[in-house]
């Protein structure tokens, strides 16, 4: 039963009456010019330091009640792989508990004991301790409830505070028995609609004491003043700052060593595909309701990076990894995956006044919808948390992931760059040598996006025409350490995608195989000096590029094709000998005649038809086996003749 009441205001005389025959609590505020705020506490608990204070329905009351959920449940962390130098373990959520409660995990942070406190989207707040020096087993224990769909959770003078549907919620424990039973308002002084999208995205706090907010912009159904805006709430809650506009479901990141905003966002209308931003005061950032047709007025600030939507299909939260802790991955911004439980790596150009950057695609997947990432304050390792809130593959529907460095290198690059002349990889171990300096094991591709009402984008070529543009691989020159590659190419343009394919392996045999998405906004002059390498000489590059001499027009022949095979990058992604291991895209070997799953529409034979059209149009008909890979293959529509099409299927269909 409820007991006791209180209520306060700051400017106003405010009495509490008890209607009996309606069972309702009124709270009675004197008339005053001034804004008033209201504080009322409903509850079990007597707070003698407060005044007035009433006893509700004759219930006497003299001792504080008894904590409200004092049985404790207990969960290890189990460990699931080890791979790509990380170690990754899920920590089982409470549920089943004795009070029935959904966990849908939606946000964590830790205080400087290392105790995590996690929200779940049900409106709980759970704290969880570690049980021993190895960090385990882990004692959770509920500690609020009532809160309305909170999506983040910070601690700020150890106190929580909880981004809601209803605000910021300040919650306190008054008499320091581990139950957080007042919720304060601490600041609703910005706009929330009913829309079933405008979630609390994300908030995050600031050196200063101060919030950043980012708030949902789709609108199906109400029109909000504040969608798709980033906020900053100051550090009394009294004062609302609209930072940046233009977004569409972003979530908001903080880097404390520059007092620097990122943001993700989401492919849709207006977002040709995934982006990077990072947030400046006053700037636009593109994105309109699906309902306006005409391209936003405002000047639009581009992201630092796209990404393809086929590599990441809904971004979540970002973060900057400190300079300890994450092995490889120390100082490296990290952006989650939800779609498809996943990292990728950014790597913008300059800090802490990035103009572009580029991504390169991790190679772990994780079996939880992850929303946030935080690092553990003491050990520096990442967690990731997050639940089914819209589409996942994600095997469960809510959890906790722990990625800690194995001691083994990184077998992708730690650090990519653009420039005019070509494009920077660098890896964390040496590189076989032999293999590393063949422009064959790398193939370039490059296109352009639009923004309009519809919901993403093709691929643009420059000159307008829907498709991709083939970058060739002029050279590929070793660092002296052998642990980076610089790929010559013709001089580059300004381009909103650029993929980059490499096939190599390390000095020990190991294969490093992926990609890497780059956004050239600008296009500085190669920092050979740095790269610890020569400036290539004209005449060295143009040997380099040089390719077999492949007649211009003749019969097609197997012989040419293999040449072709060889000269134009199809070996960076598809076998000849029947092997997949690493491979990006299926074998060549025994592929003439074999019957073709596909994501959309019949199976078919691997005939001469689909052979070219794989070869002219490869997106119109994506092998099910490779529906999940972020590498997506270039057309070859005005690269390749009709001759060299058919020299190519003439040696494929001569393949066991």
């Known amino acids: 039963p409820i007991v006791h009441a209180w209520v306060r205001s700051d400017t106003a005389k405010a009495t509490l009456h008890w209607d009996a025959e309606h069972e309702v609590l009124m709270a009675r505020l004197a008339p005053t010019e001034f804004t008033s705020r209201l504080r009322l506490f409903v509850g079990h608990h007597r707070r003698a330091m407060e005044a007035p204070l ?6 006497p009351s003299s001792e504080p009640a008894a904590n409200r959920w004092p049985d404790p449940i207990f969960t290890t962390w189990k460990p699931v792989s080890e791979q790509a130098g990380m170690i990754q373990e899920n920590l089982p959520l409470p549920d089943p508990n004795p009070w029935q409660r959904k966990v849908r995990s939606s946000a964590m942070a830790f205080d400087n004991r290392g105790w995590m ?4 989207f049900d409106g709980d707040l759970w704290l969880a301790q570690p049980m021993d020096e190895a960090s385990r087993g882990m004692q959770w224990r509920r500690v609020a409830a009532g809160l309305h769909e909170p999506m983040s959770v910070c601690l700020k003078e150890g106190e929580p505070y909880i981004y809601t549907r209803n605000g910021i919620i300040r919650l306190k424990d008054r008499d320091g028995d581990g139950d957080y039973e007042e919720q304060e308002n601490f600041c609703n002084r910005f706009t929330q609609t009913a829309e079933t999208r405008e979630f609390a995205m994300a908030m995050v706090l600031a050196n200063d004491g101060s919030f950043y907010l980012a708030k949902s912009g789709q609108q199906l159904t109400y029109q909000g003043v504040d969608n798709g805006k980033i906020l900053h709430v100051s550090s009394d809650g009294a004062q609302v700052e609209t930072i940046a506009t233009g977004l569409r479901q972003p979530y908001v990141g903080y880097i404390p060593q520059w007092d620097l905003l990122i943001a993700s966002d989401q492919q849709g209308h207006w977002v040709p595909s995934t982006p990077v931003h990072w ?7 593109g994105f309109r309701p699906s309902a306006e047709v005409v391209p936003p007025s405002q000047e639009i600030t581009e992201p630092l990076c796209w990404i393809p939507h086929r590599v990441v299909q809904s971004g979540a939260d970002s973060i900057w990894l400190g300079p300890q802790g994450m092995g490889d991955l120390n100082d490296t911004m990290v952006y989650l995956d939800y779609y498809r439980p996943r990292l990728v790596a950014v790597h913008p150009d300059t800090m802490p006044n990035p103009h572009q950057a580029a991504v390169v695609p991790l190679p772990f997947t994780f079996d939880v919808p992850s929303l946030k990432a935080v690092q ?4 520096d390792w990442l967690h990731l948390v997050g639940f089914r809130i819209w589409g996942s593959n994600a095997r469960q529907w809510a959890g906790l992931v722990r990625l800690r460095p194995s001691g083994d290198p990184a077998p992708y690059p730690t650090e990519v760059r653009g420039f005019e002349e070509g494009i920077w990889l660098r890896f964390a171990q040496p590189l076989d040598d032999a293999i590393a300096i063949q422009s064959p094991q790398y193939a370039v591709q490059q296109w352009d996006y639009r923004r309009t009402s519809g919901y993403g984008s093709g691929y643009y070529r420059e000159d307008g025409q829907s498709g991709t543009e083939r970058v060739p691989v002029l050279a590929a020159l070793l660092s002296p350490d052998r642990q980076g590659v610089f790929l010559v ?6 381009v909103m995608q650029m993929e980059v394919v490499y096939r190599l392996a390390s000095v020990g045999g190991e294969p490093l195989e992926g990609s890497a998405y780059l956004t050239l906004n600008r296009l500085p002059q190669a920092d050979w000096s740095s790269m610890q390498l020569e400036k290539p000489a004209v005449s060295q590059v143009a040997a380099a590029s040089l390719t077999p001499d492949l007649p211009s027009e003749g019969p097609a022949s197997s012989e040419h094709g293999q040449q072709l095979y060889q000269t134009m990058g ?16 299926p074998t060549f070997a025994g592929l003439w005649g074999r019957s073709r799953s596909f994501v959309r529409g019949e199976d078919a034979a691997a005939d001469e038809a689909y052979l070219r059209e794989s070869i002219l149009e490869p997106s119109r008909k994506v092998l099910r086996d490779y529906a999940d890979s972020d590498i997506g293959m270039p057309s070859y529509q005005g690269v390749l003749s009709e001759w060299q099409v058919q020299s190519l299927i003439e040696w494929i269909k001569s393949l066991e």
């Open 570 to 585: 199809c070996m960076a992604c598809h076998s000849m000998d029947g092997s997949t291991s690493g491979r990006v895209g």
């Open 376 to 379: 553990h304050p003491a050990n």
């Open 117 to 120: 406190w996690v929200t779940t």
């Open 489 to 494: 190419t013709p001089k580059n343009r300004q």
């Open 279 to 285: 947030i400046r005061h006053g700037h636009h950032y």
């Open 54 to 59: 009433m006893t509700l329905a004759g219930i």
